[in-house]
């Protein structure tokens, strides 16, 4: 599987899209979040995962955001996790 952050592929082959995509590294408190690394993996590893579902070949325009929530019933813990999505594409073949 491909991963690129821009719009192309180091191949240079054409790229056919199969639809966006996203998936989502596990809740944790922003206290354990550290520099976050572990949890960027996850997502991306996460998005992969999904991706192959679409038989695609390379994930283009991966980016990663974050999603926050605080929960106040006992007391105030903050959660955070990573997000990861990007467009599933199949390369086209050689002749």
């Avoid at 922003?30 to 993996?41: H, S, V």
């Avoid at 579902?53 to 991966?62: H, N």
Wanted: charged share 25%; hydrophobic share 45%; aromatic share 6%.
């Amino acid at each position: 599987m491909q991963i690129s952050f821009t719009n192309d592929v180091e191949s240079g082959r054409v790229l056919y899209p199969l639809g966006r995509v996203q998936a989502a590294a596990s809740w944790h408190g922003t206290a354990q979040a550290g520099d976050g690394e572990d949890c960027r993996k996850a997502a991306l590893q996460a998005l992969i995962e999904k991706a192959q579902e679409f038989d695609a070949d390379a994930i283009i325009g991966v980016n990663y955001s974050y999603d926050e929530a605080t929960l106040a019933e006992l007391c105030a813990v903050e959660l955070r996790r990573v997000s990861a999505s990007g467009v599933a594409v199949k390369l086209a073949r050689a002749a």
